[in-house]
């Protein structure tokens, strides 16, 4: 009953992930060292650059280069939020073009510095000088050793923030584990002051971009992660006995496993496709990213259910790295919008469609 899942994006990006995941997975017990250490390496490896333009230091490559990425680190479960870390901030940095903005981007291109996207409600204040002050507090931050924060206020009249990690005003809390396990912080902007010159413009879109390159890039890592967590599965059952023989022999279980691999080559092949669709800086279609996000929330919290039920009481210890994977799938339908938010984006789009013929 042996079973070893195919990679989506084979190739040399694939099993580089592969050996980079094995390694940090090993530091896993220590959640924000693991994800600070992940991110360091990560931008040694010249994984931000992947989508930066080669004028600009960049690797110039594709989005299925950045796909077989995450679905190697997400085989182990891995603390990284690569879409953020190597698609957002490049492409805010990018958009934007003033000269702070692209010595930033050839920074983060070299791997010299770390920036993370801090997004929520804020108070900004235009100042007398042409600056900003900026008030207010940023839940559910990345907890990567960033050496700038880029701060959102979600507001499409707003631009966005850079500003050093250290800066005077800014307050990073302590560490606390997200849905998923991984380390989340929770920054307070006090009177915050930023120079005009680090007040960005990424234009009209930018937001949009975002939250269809994280579906994607998501939805590759949860692939990595079906796969693994259908390998181990099986594994558990073909050697785990009860009653004097191997759970493998019981048929709901079979059937029940039999359910996971359908689930998993389905969502695999639907992602596949959608990734595959990107040419260069065009996305796919947002009602083919929609529909993929509604297939991740759907078969990624019932593998994890089926994954845990299959394991027993050992599915539910925080050690076991298929209770890791479960729950990383579960969060994962709450990235990058939720469900509900993908259910009316799809109809929307289809209703515009309709309209428009």
């Known amino acids: 009953m042996a079973?070893?899942?195919?990679?989506?994006?084979?190739?040399?990006?694939?099993?580089?992930?592969?050996?980079?995941?094995?390694?940090?997975?090993?530091?896993?017990?220590?959640?924000?060292?693991?994800v600070q250490d992940a991110a360091r390496t990560a931008g040694e490896l010249g994984w931000p650059a992947l989508l930066v333009p080669e004028a600009?230091?960049?690797?110039?490559?594709?989005?299925?280069?950045?796909?077989?990425?995450?679905?190697?680190?997400?085989?182990?479960?891995?603390?990284?939020?690569l879409a953020m870390l190597c698609h957002a901030v490049p492409l805010a940095l990018r958009r934007c073009g003033s000269a702070a903005a692209l010595a930033l981007l050839a920074r983060v291109a070299d791997g010299s510095a770390t920036v993370a996207l801090a997004a929520g409600d804020l108070r900004a204040t235009l100042a007398e000088d042409g600056g900003w002050r900026l008030d207010g507090t940023l839940p559910g931050i990345a907890a990567v050793r960033a050496t700038h924060y880029l701060i959102d206020g979600g507001q499409a009249d707003q631009p966005l923030w850079i500003v050093p990690a250290h800066a005077a005003g800014l307050q990073a809390g302590a560490a606390y584990p997200g849905m998923d396990g991984a380390p989340r912080l929770r920054l307070r902007l006090d009177g915050?002051?930023?120079?005009?010159?680090?007040?960005?413009?990424?234009?009209?879109?930018?937001?949009?971009?975002?939250?269809?390159?994280g579906v994607l890039v998501t939805s590759a890592l949860c692939v990595g992660a079906m796969g693994r967590l259908v390998e181990l599965t099986i594994e558990y059952l073909s050697t785990r006995k009860q009653f004097g023989v191997e759970l493998a022999s019981f048929q709901v279980l079979r059937h029940q496993v039999a359910d996971m691999y359908v689930g998993y080559e389905n969502f695999r092949a639907l992602a596949q496709s959608a990734i595959d669709a990107?040419?260069?800086?065009?996305?796919?279609?947002?009602?083919?990213?929609?529909?993929?996000?509604?297939?991740?929330?759907?078969?990624?919290?019932?593998m994890g259910e089926t994954a845990i039920q299959a394991h027993g009481g050992m599915?539910?210890?925080?050690?076991?790295?298929?209770?890791?994977?479960?729950?990383?799938?579960?969060?994962?339908?709450?990235?990058?919008?939720?469900?509900a938010e993908h259910l009316e984006r799809a109809q929307g789009t289809v209703f515009a469609h309709e309209v428009a013929a």
Do not use: I
């Open 56 to 81: 600009l230091g960049g690797l110039e490559a594709g989005l299925p280069d950045l796909a077989a990425v995450a679905e190697g680190c997400g085989r182990a479960g891995l603390f990284l939020p």
């Open 315 to 339: 599915g539910m210890t925080e050690e076991l790295p298929a209770a890791r994977l479960a729950r990383r799938l579960v969060a994962a339908e709450f990235e990058y919008g939720g469900s």
């Open 3 to 34: 079973f070893q899942a195919q990679p989506a994006f084979a190739g040399e990006m694939y099993d580089a992930a592969l050996r980079f995941a094995a390694d940090v997975s090993a530091r896993q017990h220590d959640a924000l060292g693991a």
């Open 278 to 302: 990107a040419e260069g800086e065009r996305l796919p279609a947002p009602r083919l990213v929609s529909l993929l996000k509604l297939q991740l929330g759907r078969t990624g919290r019932r």
């Open 192 to 213: 915050m002051a930023v120079p005009a010159a680090h007040a960005l413009q990424p234009g009209p879109g930018w937001h949009e971009e975002v939250l269809q390159a």
